[in-house]
């Protein structure tokens, strides 16, 4: 089997790459294709390296101006995530950077909260009303009353300012609402988070396993490019997933679990990799901890107990397993992404990290690989002491779950809703994050809006949350701006810098400035002393004498190669309690937990309803990019996947059965409605469940081109179940039924 990154890339675009941009803001997918003819439209008088905002993952661009105009984007081959090569997103950027619908001047709310109406003002208008009303909700509650919600590279000034103001309350939607469950069960078993990017030598794997991981549509750029070679160099894919998705399409085993039962599936796998030798034994014997326990935990989870569960044959079950355990070390099980679920992710991502033990992939080529951080120096500044905080915020909002590493948003929400802690929030700052379709149950999401003194808005596009704000505030692209270096831990560390590429449009700021000049009304000025963010990255470069002249023209620096694996000499070691990988959890038994995963049913729902699953598009990230014409034209609305035979027996349907592409109204288990939705009937999903691409259903009417485009998850979402472990919002947990919507005359 020959593929190449190229033709993998294609693939998971659904065509993406040749489709025709009739709106004039660009002219080819440059990039995606890999097609080297030049360009002579659109060669720039002068390239600038940066990196990409399209989505969380940084990659290195080159940005092309021609006569003060970005004409398009291409990939920086020196830059270790993107490697010369952009998904549709990032090739997309100029659709952001020129979209008409972009917020051009600061706004103050001069209606009800929600309705939307607005007045421009001049930005000392704007930051004066931020800062009289923070000042007063300090003087009210104290400084730790203000939450800041951020997502994105950009966030980190308003971080700085929210350490400056005193406030411990940093949250981002990335934590509880996507990969909290994956950190808290690999920091359990083997003494530390993933991170992002995550640390996975995909490239070197001899066989992947992907559960619900959808790489070919969740693009990550540099995890799909390895996919790729690997499955060129003859690797073998199994998929666990209820929908036949990209990657299924190129797996040895496709594995059409039913949606809840995943603990059950890896138990077996465990099993049979336990009782037939598959295990690394010598592996766990020098570095793991609590096998017998496993060995004993696992006994009775065969293959044929599973598939009573998962309703997957258990030849299946056994032959997937054996193959993955003849793979090993370099049997790499992905951890996946989005992973809040069913409430119980933690231990479902336990299973998952039990299973690279007994495989002895961490640490090893193939596997998990140890990772590091550019040696970059802090701002030489210590800057005035903060607000001193009382005794009751030592602890921060959103923490409160035992092993919750980082603030779960959806505890600021909760705290910020009266009587549901020991302080209320009082004022948000939202920076870069729609929270209304982020966030599960909007009903609950906006009573606690409603009881803010202050809400402010930090955004490029009018989305949802801007118009339930006080004062919104336009920033300007990442195209537009200036930022503090990207500094992730990677194989081989480095650093990347963001330049603007052409000046800022209509009156957008970038974000350094915003919080420089709010932190100045805010008597914080001494904590902000640099000039602008180039000034702040010089400084910390000059520190240790690195250069930014080459920061500036590469876009990249790298540090000193790295042994990233046991092969190249980097030792194993366990930041656990006992120091070792720690199969049965001490840590979870005296939290009254689980300590080896257990698998319980979940809760089914109401008779002839589908459970909701969702995903993404490999042209959009979450409903960040919907408005973008460039990625909307050959990805203009969402739809609904449903299984042909389910649809033949649909209730209320039997005197005219469902067309393809027709459009439905979805009503969840408590009676919430979607927008009406294109159906897509197809076998390749089962038919207990039905599937949507997240993000759309858009309700602000600003973002003229995504307002009323296909139907929003996020408001069906209207259940959701707790992690109780680390506080995740599981929200696979809601189901629909379908309606004929009414077509108007």
């Known amino acids: 089997m020959s593929l190449s990154r190229r033709q993998f890339i294609k693939i998971g675009a659904a065509g993406a790459g040749s489709a025709a941009l009739a709106s004039g803001l660009g002219t080819r997918w440059w990039g995606l294709d890999g097609d080297p003819t030049p360009d002579p439209r659109t060669d720039g008088d002068r ?7 399209l989505c969380f993952w940084g990659c290195g661009v080159l940005a092309h101006v021609k006569e003060g105009r970005v004409t398009k984007i291409t990939g920086n081959p020196a830059h270790p995530l993107s490697r010369g090569m952009l998904c549709p997103r990032g090739v997309g950027g100029t659709g952001l950077l020129y979209d008409p619908d972009r917020l051009k001047k600061p706004l103050l709310r001069r209606s009800k909260r929600g309705e939307d109406l607005f007045e421009e003002v001049s930005w000392d208008a704007a930051l004066g009303r931020v800062a009289e009303g923070l000042e007063k909700v300090k003087q009210r509650h104290g400084p730790e009353a203000l939450a800041l919600f951020t997502h994105g590279s950009g966030g980190v000034w308003f971080k700085q300012f929210m350490k400056a103001w005193g406030s411990p309350n940093i949250g981002a939607p990335s934590y509880a609402q996507c990969r909290g469950p994956r950190e808290a069960a690999f920091q359990l078993t083997f003494g530390t988070p993933l991170g992002s990017p995550e640390p996975l030598d995909i490239g070197n794997a001899r066989c992947i396993t992907l559960i619900g991981s959808h790489l ?59 009782a037939e030798g598959l295990h690394d034994t010598a592996y766990l014997a020098a570095h793991a901890s609590g096998l017998d326990e496993l060995k004993a935990h696992v006994a009775t989870a065969t293959p044929e107990w599973a598939a009573t569960i998962t309703g997957l044959d258990p030849g299946l079950i056994r032959d997937s397993a054996r193959l993955i355990g ?38 090893r080529r193939g596997g998990y690989l140890k990772q590091d951080k550019f040696p970059l120096a802090g701002y030489p500044h210590a800057g005035a002491p903060p607000p001193p905080s009382r005794a009751k915020v030592d602890r921060p909002k959103g923490g409160l779950y035992p092993l919750a590493n980082e603030v779960l948003a959806s505890g600021l929400c909760d705290a910020t809703r009266p009587g549901q802690s020991l302080y209320d929030l009082k004022a948000w700052l939202v920076y870069g994050c729609n929270l209304v379709q982020a966030m599960p149950d909007r009903p609950r999401l906006l009573e606690a809006i409603q009881q803010l003194e202050l809400l402010v808005a930090v955004d490029v596009l009018p989305a949802e949350i801007c118009g339930w704000a006080d004062v919104v505030l336009p920033e300007a692209t990442y195209l537009e701006r200036d930022d503090d270096a990207w500094n992730g831990a990677w194989r081989r560390p480095f650093i990347a ?89 001490k840590e979870l038994a005296d939290l009254d937990f689980d300590p080896l995963p257990v698998y319980r049913p979940q809760e089914e729902g109401p008779p002839g309803s ?5 995903g993404r598009s490999p042209l959009h990230s979450f409903g960040r990019t919907v408005n973008n014409r460039l990625l909307a034209e050959p990805y203009p609305e969402n739809e609904v996947w449903l299984n042909a035979d389910a649809a033949a027996h649909l209730a209320g349907f039997e005197a005219r059965p469902l067309a393809q592409g027709e459009r439905v109204v979805l009503v969840n288990q408590d009676g919430v409605r979607s927008t009406p939705v294109k159906v897509k009937l197809t076998q390749r999903i089962r038919n207990d469940c039905v599937y949507m691409v997240h993000g759309w259903g858009q309700t602000a009417r600003g973002q003229r081109y995504a307002f009323g485009r296909g139907a929003s998850d996020a408001l069906l979402t209207s259940r959701y179940k707790i992690d109780p472990i680390m506080g995740g919002t599981g929200m696979n947990v809601n189901f629909v039924r379908f309606e004929r919507a009414v077509v108007s005359a």
């Open 326 to 363: 003849a793979s090993r070390p370099a049997s790499l099980i992905h951890p996946g992404r989005h992973t809040v679920w069913y409430g119980d992710d933690t231990q479902r991502e336990r299973a998952m990290a039990i299973l690279v033990a007994l495989l002895g992939n961490w640490g």
């Open 216 to 274: 070919g549509e969740n693009m990550h750029n540099t995890q799909v490019q390895e996919l790729a070679e690997a499955l060129g160099k003859g690797a073998q894919l199994v998929v666990v997933d209820p929908r036949f998705s990209v990657a299924a399409g190129k797996a040895r085993y496709w594995l059409p679990i039913k949606p809840g039962t995943d603990i059950a599936l890896l138990l077996a796998w465990s099993h049979v990799l336990l």
């Open 610 to 614: 589908f459970r909701l699953l969702t």
């Open 497 to 585: 810098v963001r330049q603007a590429a052409v000046p800022p449009m209509y009156d957008s700021k970038p974000g350094w400035w915003i919080v420089k000049e709010l932190a100045g009304k805010v008597g914080l000025a001494n904590h902000f002393p640099w000039t602008d963010a180039r000034e702040f990255v010089k400084t910390r470069l000059a520190v240790k004498g690195q250069s930014w002249e080459t920061l500036s023209s590469t876009g990249v620096l790298l540090g000193p190669e790295i042994p990233t694996c046991e092969e190249e000499g980097a030792p194993l070691t366990f930041e656990t309690e006992s120091g070792t990988i720690e199969l049965y959890s």
């Open 47 to 53: 390239v600038v390296a940066s990196y990409c905002e």
